[in-house]
């Protein structure tokens, strides 16, 4: 059993780290590499929408991979790489987009939801208590124990 | 106030028909990304000619007059659908200029000479790094600029006569006037 748990989680992993980038794109340097690559993973593909650029396998995506490890390799810092996509594709471009008007349900939904749902659950709770006092037995139904005895 | 209570999961669903029925019946393409070069000046960028070709398409060329500019590919399959609306376009005297997106230049020669060649200019984008500035993210893709030089309209989807009638020729005429 445990052997099966650790083999999903493996699975698990490995699923996550999903790359499309190909040996010969990579920068030489694996430090750069990295970085390129978690540039990468804040980038979405434009192409495919819901991967990232390091997720996907569009020969668009792959040109944009192909940049941001031009400009790593050039000394770009994250900030500039991630402006110079964010200038050309907008919010859209960034899986992690900026808190502005247009995002703010984005961004609070889910605190939105749970304190609704907070609310619902305390008042579901207090108004029911768990344990109310039974009602005692009528006059007729003590009668009618009696006569069962 | 306990009745109100009751109506309350009525009334969320009815605000959430209404958030996603809206951009479903007012025909908003939810797979369009959203340009924030709108308004904005041309990216700079200078592309070299296809072979035979006198000259290519730098952002130069994009002054002076009201221009489309179309990024195209041999590769590409809607491209070739919408080959007949540019022509039609090129016949009204609407100058449209050519972005060759990453095409091998001798597909590019033989993909102009089956459909016509609606363009003034071409540049060659071998490499993508042109059609990246102008935040593309496929093709075709056409845009419509200014006589300052200015992208005022983009469309990501291949043009159709209905898009010439209704959209483009009108706000051509619109920009033209402009001063």
Redesign the interface.
Known sequence: MRAVFAAIAVTLALAGAARAVEPDEMLKDPQQEARAEAIGRQLRC??C?TESIEESDA??TK??RK?VREQVAAGKTDAQVLDYM?????D?ILLRPPFKPSTWLLWLAPAILLLFGGIFAFFMTRRRPATAEPEPLTAAEKAAVEALK | MRRLLFILPVLVFVGIVVYFATPLLRGIDPSVIPSPLIDKPVPAFALPPLPGYPKGLSSADLKGQVQIVNIFASWCVPCRAEAPALMALKKMNIPIQGIDQKDKPADALEYLKELGDPYVSIGADLDRKVSIDWGAYGAPETFIVDANGRIRFKQAAPITQDDIDNTIVPLINRLRTEK
């Open positions: 434009p192409v929408k020969d668009f040109d944009l940049l964010h200038s050309r594709y907008g859209f």
